[in-house]
């Protein structure tokens, strides 16, 4: 079957259980409840079946909201410049400025030297590499960005082989770079697209911040538990390598340093605001409550360091750099590399979980729930559960712009916190470890050739588990104690 006929038939199958939700109603829902329900169900089969660029469904809400009556196009428009929107540009921004001056490589290639050069040492270092820079990058252009460093690494480690299994050893550092992008994505706000949408949804309909630094006192531990359970399961347990130290990795990494040369100017100071940048966040309260002058809060912070690559010049810059022509550190130019199509699926995500709940829809599926799920521990296990497996098939950005209104509902329904659903169910979804489409950085490792998809589903299966059992947990003990709400 031709792409151009799969996509025909998803959005068919979009508009027959739109027309099934609305004219059947089988949940007998009232009239407007059922027009967003029809909405909702096409907006969603578009989304799983990937009819449409995820970005352009999210767009469908300004155009049926108003035609159908379901909202205004100024109330529907409202969704699309939700104050996290602009939390997730800042960060964008800061993340196009680590890239664009090459501070990414450095940090990368510098953890590697200091883990060591043995089989085991390169992976672990790649891994902590890979789960610090996607904590302020995309999990996504971490892993490009992480991908051809691992296969210069694979190519001299192939041509100075001196025992052990080197199989096994490319097969570890590929699954290593797409699991920790997808493990240090979680550590922040920014770090991933699922927690801003929960984050900006969860701020809509409880009127409650969620502070930048509690997020990472929860899910910064966490990650790092991932990702040295991720380096000993590969390393230690299912694909043990026995590479020992090798002379000419050690070469080939120092030599990728010394190309790099001395700290240049515009990389002083890109890391001299993402660092100003960081500690306004860390610092925030302290800030506002020594003063009564001005208040700042997550998303002015990242505007301001956004907007302060695009004051701060350039400077000097090196004779052999290609980006010689650039008089700040961000010209308007390079935004055309921006994930703008990630923001407007927020918006549609955020318009659509609004209308939703104005409908009541949302209220009355976790009041459902709510009579045949108990509170405690078990029902934190099973959305964790439901939303690390259901990743595996579906985007997890949509998976969490469905599952947000559901499972806060369902907390009110119990009597819960709705942190203590939605923050193991984000959380959750960007853990898929076992199918190449569970997400891209998952998709882009295994078609290095180096993994086989037997070899992906036994070590992802383990890691899901690993994973649904620490989400739980830390979820259950240590949310309630770090988190003010």
Not at 449 to 477: C, D, E, P, R
């Amino acid at each position: 079957m031709s792409k151009s006929q799969l996509k025909l038939i998803s959005l068919l199958a979009g508009l027959l259980v739109a027309g099934f939700l609305y004219f059947i109603n089988p949940f007998h829902v009232p009239e407007t409840a059922a027009r967003v329900l029809a909405v909702s169900g096409l907006m969603i089969t578009w989304w799983v079946s990937e009819a449409l660029p995820m970005p352009v469904v999210a767009l469908i809400p300004l155009i049926l909201f108003p035609l159908l009556k379901i909202n205004t196009i100024k109330s529907t428009a409202a969704a699309y410049g939700n104050e996290v929107i602009f939390l997730f540009m800042g960060g964008f921004m800061l993340g196009m400025a680590i890239e664009k001056w090459n501070l990414h490589r450095r940090i990368a290639l510098n953890i590697v030297k200091a883990t060591g050069t043995s089989g085991n040492r390169i992976v672990l270092g790649f891994i902590l590499a890979t789960g610090f820079l996607s904590m302020w990058l995309s999990n996504t252009a971490t892993t490009m960005m992480m991908f051809p460093i691992a296969l210069s690494v694979i190519h001299v480690m192939k041509e100075n082989q001196e025992g052990g299994n080197y199989a096994y050893f490319n097969l570890s550092l590929m699954l290593a770079i797409a699991w920790a992008s997808n493990f240090g994505g979680i550590s922040t706000i920014i770090g991933t697209p699922p927690n801003v949408q929960f984050v900006g949804y969860f701020e809509k309909k409880y009127n409650i911040n969620i502070d930048f630094v509690d997020w990472m006192l929860l899910c910064t531990p966490l990650a790092f538990i991932l990702m040295m359970a991720l380096y000993f399961v590969s390393t230690r347990v299912l694909f043990p390598n026995h590479i020992r130290s090798s002379e000419a990795a050690r070469k080939h990494i120092h030599g990728e340093i010394a190309l790099l040369g001395k700290l240049s100017g515009p990389e002083k100071r890109v890391l001299l605001i993402f660092g100003a940048t960081a500690l306004l966040w860390i610092f925030k309260d302290l800030i506002n409550a020594s003063q009564p002058f001005f208040k700042l809060d997550d998303n002015m912070i990242a505007i301001m360091g956004g907007v302060s690559l695009f004051i701060c010049p350039a400077g000097e810059k090196r004779a052999r750099d290609v980006k010689d022509n650039a008089e700040s550190l961000l010209e308007w130019s390079d935004t055309k590399e921006l994930a703008w199509g990630i923001l407007l699926l927020f918006g549609g995500g955020i318009a659509m979980a609004d209308a939703l709940e104005k409908a009541g829809l949302i209220s009355q599926l976790g009041s459902w729930l709510g009579q045949y799920a108990g509170g405690g521990i078990l029902l934190v296990f099973l959305v964790t559960l439901l939303s690390i497996f259901i990743s595996e098939v579906m985007s997890n950005v949509a998976q969490v712009i469905v599952f947000s209104p559901v499972v806060c509902s369902l907390a009110d329904s119990v009597g819960i916190n709705p942190l203590l659903l939605g923050i193991p169910m984000t959380l959750a979804a960007s853990c898929a470890s076992m199918l190449p489409m569970g997400t891209p950085p998952n998709a882009i490792v295994f078609a290095s050739g180096h993994i086989k998809l037997k070899q992906m589903l036994k070590a992802g299966l383990v890691m899901n588990l690993v994973a649904l059992l620490l989400i739980t947990l830390f979820s259950w003990y240590l949310l309630p104690l770090l988190m003010k709400n």
